[in-house]
């Protein structure tokens, strides 16, 4: 039989595919003897062990230990057993748990879970999570944001107060962990064993801004960057009363989260007693939250908002600073005009439509 060039040249690669198989050079390994892979370490064997010396602190004495962003994305993080510690997580995890340190100062950026405080004294914490559990800790401060109410169980003498922080990347990180910056009841504390002296709430007229440690790298960059003093905004606490007996109501798109907190930063050096006393991010504005804010004649105002996420805050001030809270608005207004406000007195249906807790988004 006759083969043109191109059967040829075909027959030639099915050939060489056989030969790659093995179907033509195949060897007799019959009477070889397998090989001992006693002791075989695998890739993943190494990767398990450096995750746990990379995600666990213990038995440190007088050391600054620096986790920076990137470095922990979402893995859940032990410390135990430390003392006269500096302890930053400057990234977000799943859980932390901290149990038998003593005379440590600590930061963990977003928890998207549990933070468990356990048999710990002397401490100081900034943290934000989900969920904060503490057991047997005594003398103690955190300045905390929680989206759900902190639970305390044979706690003594631990001060909280609102979470005041911030660095480049935090506010990603918030996202990261759906955690929302303006969901925080740091001061809603449900105490299992309902004792005079288990917390107290830390006043804002108390300073902290030298609460921790100064991390100057981390500092340099927040000042360079002109980022506001906190990503979370300083609330008064709904467990104090308000201080003043009326107050004003702002709305920001969802769009407009930066600005929010950048108002909630500049309030306090602008007005001198004006506190915000609640902040609540909204899942989605609802008719009723329309008529209660806008009332019926004002339906261009409630269309443009109305299905649509926004964050809210309560301003509540003296009468003699309603100006100075006017002015402030009105600078935000004028480069964002979607932005809301109600000047006090707001009325209370239109506060207590806003900040029901079952209108809000607690992802």
């Not at 595919?17 to 019959?30: A, E, I, R, T």
């Not at 859940?76 to 149990?99: A, H, K, M, R």
């Not at 609102?162 to 506010?171: G, P, T, V």
């Amino acid at each position: 039989t006759t083969f043109s060039k191109k059967e040829n040249k075909i027959s030639s690669k099915i050939a060489l595919n056989f030969v790659d198989m093995g179907c033509f050079q195949s060897k007799d390994h019959s009477n070889q003897a397998p090989k001992p892979e006693e002791g075989k370490v695998y890739s993943w064997d190494k990767k398990d062990r450096a995750q746990a010396k990379d995600y666990k602190l213990s038995g440190l004495k007088g050391e600054t230990i620096v986790k920076k962003p990137g470095l922990l994305n979402g893995r859940q993080f032990v410390i135990e057993e430390c003392q006269d510690c500096n302890i930053y997580l400057l990234d977000w995890t799943e859980t932390v748990s901290v149990d038998e340190c003593k005379n440590c100062n600590f930061f963990f950026g977003p928890v998207s879970g549990s933070l468990f405080l356990r048999d710990s004294s002397n401490c100081k914490w900034i943290a934000a999570c989900q969920q904060l559990r503490t057991r047997n800790v005594s003398d103690s401060e955190i300045l905390l944001h929680c989206t759900t109410k902190p639970s305390l169980e044979t706690t003594k003498n631990l001060r909280i107060g609102c979470f005041r922080y911030n660095y480049s990347e935090l506010f990603d990180q918030f996202e990261i962990a759906k955690l929302s910056p303006f969901n925080n009841d740091w001061s809603s504390v449900f105490d299992f064993n309902n004792s005079s002296d288990s917390y107290e709430l830390i006043p804002l007229s108390d300073q902290m801004s030298s609460f921790l440690p100064p991390l100057l790298d981390v500092d340099k960059e927040t000042e360079e960057s002109n980022l506001p003093d906190s990503v979370v905004p300083k609330t008064y606490g709904v467990r104090n009363e308000k201080p003043f007996g009326s107050s004003g109501f702002l709305l920001f798109p969802k769009s407009s989260a930066k600005e929010a907190i950048q108002f909630s930063n500049d309030l306090y050096s602008k007005v001198a007693e004006g506190v915000i006393y609640q902040s609540r991010e909204i899942r989605q504005i609802s008719k009723k939250h329309t008529l209660d804010l806008f009332g019926e004649e004002n339906k261009s105002l409630s269309a443009a908002y109305l299905y649509k996420s926004a964050i809210v805050m309560e301003v509540n001030l003296p009468e003699h600073e309603y100006s100075l809270l006017d002015s402030l608005v009105q600078s935000i207004q004028s480069k964002n005009p979607s932005i809301h406000f109600s000047p006090p007195p707001v009325s209370s249906a239109v506060i207590e439509s806003f900040f029901t807790k079952d209108e809000l988004s607690f992802s």
